[in-house]
């Protein structure tokens, strides 16, 4: 893809609006590049654009997997190329705004092939996962793939999980897999690389202040939703910030109030994870934006 224009930033940072904006004056479409927002039920809590939103300007891969299914890079790198080949994403801008930052980076750069896994590995590691836990896992991948172990924390349960299956189904580290790369999506010269970079103090209030507007806006109900569900709490989906602390609140664990500010410090983590990643993963093409820094991408 020509003129492509990536926009990344921690959560609650204005991005989407900025997306708006862009896709707006190129007359371009905006293309999901988060990993939460992927997924259904959990509109409000992913902060998903609105309904107006999405009429201004058309929309793509927002809400389209459900919660049971564990998305990842490769399946979201998929839908993309699908867009590619269906012809939506040719003759205008793309603007490809979130928060995952390997999404960025398998767009930008490229990733490896990943084996089929069979549904009968799947399903026999997910159970162990929930039998055994994320850090016996751990030491069996330890056993059986020390390499990979050394790089994951035992309590990661999904990465375990990952590394294992694709061991089990095709024999091969899921390093080795990993070394080779494929090809990258876009065409870098003509891309237009964004991050933003809020002020810290800013940013915290901007998250207190979202998650209160989600309650407004029936992020309960969307708790209630998921939980009705009956997934597995290992899913993507069921980490989402907001998920476990509601839950534990309608389940009298906890009150609202404690329940609320948790979300809100979880939300504050996340997002420094976030600014700690792009700082350090995103290269010199980079135009890094603070509010009310101009965008020379618009010129």
Do not use: C
Not at 34 to 59: F, I, K, N, W
């Amino acid at each position: 893809m020509k003129n492509a224009i990536l926009i990344a930033g921690p959560t609650a940072s204005g991005k989407s609006a900025l997306a708006l904006d862009i896709a707006e004056r190129k007359g371009g479409v905006i293309v999901n590049t988060d990993s939460m927002q992927g997924y259904s039920v959990l509109d409000v809590l992913t902060a998903r654009p609105s309904a107006a939103e999405t009429a201004r300007v058309p929309h793509y891969l927002y809400g389209h997997v459900h919660p049971s299914t564990a998305y990842s890079t490769g399946a979201w790198l998929r839908d993309v190329t699908g867009l590619i080949a269906e012809g939506i994403l040719s003759g205008r801008p793309a603007v490809f705004v979130g928060g995952t930052g390997l999404y960025f980076r398998a767009l930008a750069e490229g990733i490896s092939d990943m084996p089929d896994i069979p549904p009968s590995v799947r399903e026999r590691w997910r159970y162990e996962l929930k039998e055994q836990g994320a850090e016996r896992l751990h030491l069996i991948l330890m056993h059986q793939d020390s390499a990979v172990a050394m790089q994951i924390r035992p309590t990661d349960g999904q990465r375990i999980v990952r590394a294992l299956e694709v061991l089990d189904a095709s024999g091969r580290s899921i390093l080795e897999w990993q070394a080779a790369r494929g090809q990258p999506l876009i065409d870098r010269d003509s891309a237009g690389f964004l991050v933003i970079e809020p002020d810290r103090g800013e940013l915290v209030a901007r998250i207190g202040a979202r998650f209160d507007q989600m309650l407004d806006k029936g992020a309960l109900d969307e708790v209630r939703q998921l939980m009705a569900l009956d997934l597995d709490p290992n899913l993507p989906a069921m980490k989402a910030i907001g998920v476990r602390e509601l839950q534990a609140a309608m389940a009298g664990h906890m009150g609202f109030p404690e329940a609320i500010e948790r979300a809100k410090i979880a939300t504050r983590q996340y997002a420094k994870r976030q600014t700690t990643w792009f700082k350090h993963q995103l290269g010199p093409e980079w135009q890094r934006l603070r509010p009310g820094e101009k965008w020379s991408i618009l010129d």
